[in-house]
Nanobody, 127 residues
Framework: QFQLVESGGGLVQSGGSLRLSCAASGFSLVDYAIGWFRQAPGKEREGVSCISSSSGTTNYAASVVGRFTISRDNAKNTMYLQMNSLKPEDTAIYYC????????????????????WGQGTQVTVSS
């Protein structure tokens, strides 16, 4: 059974940091693109970052460049999103997602390109 389990969300002050984790079970992340998405109240789900399945190229939304870092640990079958210098506008539910053999092309508005999702974790940044 394919499953992604997220952890690491919470409440943090502006300028603080959080690290989100997403552990995969039932399959290996090795051949999968991994992505992190977020959805704020009243807004559509948007891509934050993505690592392609083949080249391992990392991609970031303009709003998080220089502040967020995506990574994967294949040995632990876990993916991460390190979030630094958090801002109130980063407040959202964050989701991890994977898709086999995906290049990350168009991922920012491409939530439908991912077939397996975590349950989501709330990140709240206070001003």
């Amino acid at each position: 059974q394919f499953q992604l389990v997220e952890s690491g969300g919470g409440l943090v002050q502006s300028g603080g940091s959080l690290r989100l984790s997403c552990a995969a079970s039932g399959f290996s992340l090795v051949d999968y693109a991994i992505g992190w998405f977020r959805q704020a109240p009243g807004k559509e789900r948007e891509g934050v970052s993505c690592i392609s399945s083949s080249s391992g190229t990392t991609n970031y939304a303009a709003s998080v460049v220089g502040r967020f870092t995506i990574s994967r640990d294949n040995a632990k079958n876990t993916m991460y999103l390190q979030m630094n210098s958090l801002k109130p506008e980063d407040t959202a539910i964050y989701y991890c997602a994977v898709e086999r053999g995906y290049s990350c092309s168009g991922y920012i508005q491409g939530a439908r390109k991912f077939s397996t999702w975590g349950q989501g974790t709330q990140v709240t940044v206070s001003s």
